[in-house]
């Protein structure tokens, strides 16, 4: 019997929708969660899928997926009831060694996006022994990323270097994620140095890592090392001043207050 499933919104739907859904595939609808219709000879039929959110930014990881398994959530759900207890192996053992390539990752993409910090790390090692495993510079920026938002700086540089070890040459989202963590932190010169090494290697810095640096460093009251990296946006923006006004507008400097 041939199946066909379709992601449509819960909007409250009838067979006429989901048939002209199938006839226009190109038809959109917004929907943050979603149903999955499997239409088949015997008929139409209906279940719930939970639709993982994604980071916000110009910047997606080739490893995420839209819709997450039912292997996937209940592997995220076993490890998080299991945390705290002699029981993780065995959802490892048990769980995770039985999970597909897709949904392990996926499984990964949702502990992260849950901000399990710990856990992700876990997985993550667990992944790094399967037979299937390639360095990929997207786990590791998505990594990075995480605990730099969480100020982990000393896992989030840990990370930065056992990429290299892994033979990993890091790209314009690594060095930028990483120069991200190092400003959480208030290291604007451990930033500055990472940007000065990211040039030197040949990799280019883009909007985003320009907007970063010169947004916090103007924050920080570095008006010099804030005009540098404008001055750099000459060479690696096309229309630098169209990009610098906006940058000013979407950031504007904070007035200082003046006590009488």
């Known amino acids: 019997m041939n199946t066909l499933q379709i992601g449509i919104p819960k909007m409250g739907f009838t067979e006429t929708t ?43 990881s080739l490893w995420r997926s839209r819709v997450l398994s039912s292997e996937a959530i209940q592997a995220v759900h076993s490890l998080k009831l299991a945390r705290n207890s002699d029981k993780l192996d065995e959802v490892f053992s048990n769980r995770l060694s039985r999970l597909l390539k897709e949904d392990l990752i996926a499984t990964l993409t949702e502990l992260q996006r849950q901000n399990e910090l710990e856990l992700s790390l876990k997985v993550f090692g667990f992944v790094r022994k399967e037979l299937w495993y390639k360095p990929d510079l997207s786990l590791y920026s998505d990594l990075i990323y995480m605990f730099g938002k969480n100020k982990l700086i000393e896992t989030a540089e840990e990370l930065f270097l056992e990429l290299q070890r892994e033979g990993l040459k890091p790209n314009t989202r690594t060095y930028t994620e990483m120069i991200g963590a190092f400003i959480q932190v208030d290291m604007i010169e451990k930033a500055m140095g990472l940007y000065a090494s990211m040039k030197e290697s040949g990799c280019a810095p883009d909007k985003l890592t320009l907007t970063i640096l010169i947004r916090n460093l103007e924050k920080a009251g570095e008006e010099e090392l804030a005009s540098t990296v404008k001055k750099d946006c000459e060479e690696y923006v096309e229309n630098p001043e169209e990009f610098l006004i906006e940058v000013a507008k979407n950031y504007p400097k904070r007035k200082a207050i003046v006590l009488v």
């Open 18 to 60: 989901t048939r002209f859904l199938l006839h226009n595939p190109n038809h959109h609808l917004p929907c943050s969660s979603s149903m999955v219709v499997s239409v088949s000879s015997s008929g139409f039929s209906r279940k719930s899928t939970i639709v993982c959110g994604l980071r916000s930014g110009p910047r997606k």
